[in-house]
């Protein structure tokens, strides 16, 4: 049998929709937001001319629910899928297995989850996404919560929290409008420029963290992961400690007693506090 390309396209009225569901297991999906009141669609599909002539996504309605879907009930593979999204919807949930999802300049609230696909949300306003081992990347968003198993995570310029879980897969923050949380297992951690209150966890993987202004304090920990802090005309209150590494804190006394070697640091004009701790690893300091 030939495989040919083919494409479909169609003009949907969301008959007054405000939430839409998109399921697409296998296909690199990019969704955009248009003027005017109605969905558009387009698809880049693989198949059988024959195949290719009778194929059309499932459309399903319900009240106030659009769904668009490919159930794998034909021999039609979907390469790309583009949608136009308009203004009148409020949330939007994007479904696939292995392939890629592109969100942008969707004032919405999103769902987006993936396996293996890379997820990048730009201009959206509350953001859920997952993906197993694909990069999580959100920018110009309200808020954030992400999930990883092993992919890389990356936020930039998120104004609202951000709440982050990750097994291995490394986190990259850069600047950070609200409260910052991240738990990780072996990922590395890096924040810079936050302004709310942090609270980050790592076990075995580093963590850098630069601040500069005042911000909202709060804490640092890791088990085995070293700790590097960059307080460029930060205002703060710097209590560190580690229980088998070393601190390497310039112009700050080091506590000698037995147990954990600590130090304490007032930067600029004082503020909140911020705690690091470390188990076994080192902490260092640059001002």
Same mark, same amino acid.
């Given at each position: ?16 929709a405000?939430?839409?569901?998109l399921?697409f297991p ?5 969704v955009?937001?248009i ?5 558009r669609?387009?698809?880049?599909t693989r *198949? /059988?001319?024959a195949d ?6 499932v459309?399903?309605?319900?009240? *106030?629910?659009? #769904?668009?879907a490919?159930?794998?009930?034909d021999?039609?593979?979907i390469?790309?899928?583009r949608?136009g999204?308009?203004?009148g919807?409020h949330?939007?949930e994007i479904?696939? /297995? ?9 004032r919405?609230?999103?769902l987006?989850?993936?396996?293996s696909?890379?997820?990048?949300i730009d201009?959206s306003?509350?953001?859920e996404? &997952?993906?197993?081992s694909?990069?999580?990347?959100v920018e110009r #968003?309200?808020?954030?919560?992400l ?5 890389e995570?990356?936020c930039?310029?998120?104004r ?7 097994q ?6 850069d ?18 420029q ?6 980050l966890?790592s076990?075995t993987g580093d963590v850098?963290?630069?601040i500069?202004?005042?911000?909202? *304090? ?9 700790i590097?802090l960059t307080?460029?005309e930060a205002?703060?209150e710097?209590?560190c400690? =580690?229980l088998?590494? =070393?601190i ?5 006394a080091? &506590?000698t007693n037995?147990?954990?070697?600590r130090?304490?640091?007032h930067?600029g004009k004082?503020g909140?506090?911020l705690?690091?701790?470390? #188990? /076994?690893?080192?902490i260092?300091?640059?001002r």
């Open positions: 049998m030939d495989i040919e390309p083919g494409y479909y396209q169609d003009v949907l009225d969301p008959g007054g405000e939430r839409l569901v399921r296998s296909s690199e999906i990019l955009s937001s003027p005017g009141p109605n969905l669609l387009e698809v880049d *198949g /059988s001319a290719l002539a009778f194929w059309k996504p459309v399903r309605r319900r009240e *106030g629910l659009l #769904v668009l490919d159930e794998g009930l021999k039609v593979m390469a790309e899928i949608i999204v308009p203004q919807f949330d939007l479904h696939t /297995s292995d392939g890629a999802i592109d969100v942008r300049d969707c919405l609230d999103l987006a989850t993936t396996d696909g890379d997820v990048h201009g306003l509350d953001v996404a &997952s993906s197993v694909g990069l999580l990347h #968003v309200e808020s954030a919560t999930r990883s198993l092993d992919g995570i990356r930039e310029s998120v609202g929290t951000i709440s982050i879980e990750t291995s897969g490394d986190v990259s923050i600047r950070a409008g609200g409260n910052v949380v991240i738990i990780s297992d072996s990922g590395d951690i890096g924040v810079q936050p302004s709310g209150r942090l609270r966890f076990k850098e963290l630069d500069s202004g005042a911000f909202a *304090g709060g804490e640092v920990n890791t088990g085995e992961g070293d590097s307080l460029s205002e703060i710097l209590r400690e =580690t088998a590494g =070393t390497n804190a310039p112009g700050c080091i &506590s037995a147990g954990p070697r130090c304490a640091l930067c004082g909140r506090r705690h690091a701790k470390s #188990v /076994s690893g080192d260092e300091i640059n």
